[in-house]
């Protein structure tokens, strides 16, 4: 069995690949949704009054905490720019084959629209790896130092 490209087929083994990446991607990303958030640091109120080797492991854990909020917020974004991205590709295997050249030419914009979503989620989350961005939170967690 063949899908169809337009005018040209794709084996329906491929197809079939790509359809059960995009679901496994989901799947992550949904049991994940959560490891977008950022994990709070509270660093000790009295700081400035703590010994130098305490001040060194309090300024060590933060950065290793905002490194590990880094690492798992780009990641989160990195499977959603791959969900976007398959879509698309799922999208283009499911296109009917007796689709007027207008019809198509819609449809491979709105696939454009799609992939440039995919690419900006990409983009952001090469920026939160490098560290020239913050995680995103989604403020469904409020979090204070009571």
Do not use: W
Request: aromatic residues 4%; glycine residues 6%.
């Amino acid at each position: 069995m063949l899908e169809f490209f337009g005018n040209t087929a794709m084996r329906s083994t491929n197809f079939s690949a790509v359809r059960a990446a995009k679901r496994a991607v989901d799947l992550v990303l949904g049991e994940g949704a959560q490891d977008k958030n950022p994990v709070p640091y509270f660093e000790p109120t009295n700081m400035g009054g703590l010994p130098d080797v305490i001040q060194r492991r309090e300024h060590d854990a933060r950065l290793e905490n905002d490194q590990g909020n880094r690492m798992r917020a780009a990641s989160h974004l990195c499977l959603q720019s791959a969900s976007e991205a398959l879509a698309v590709a799922v999208d283009m295997g499911e296109l009917a084959i007796d689709l007027s050249l207008a019809q198509r030419a819609q449809r491979l914009a709105a696939a454009a629209e799609q992939m440039r979503l995919a690419a900006a989620l990409a983009s952001e989350a090469a920026a939160v790896f490098a560290g020239n961005a913050d995680p995103r939170s989604d403020g469904s967690i409020t979090v204070s130092k009571a």
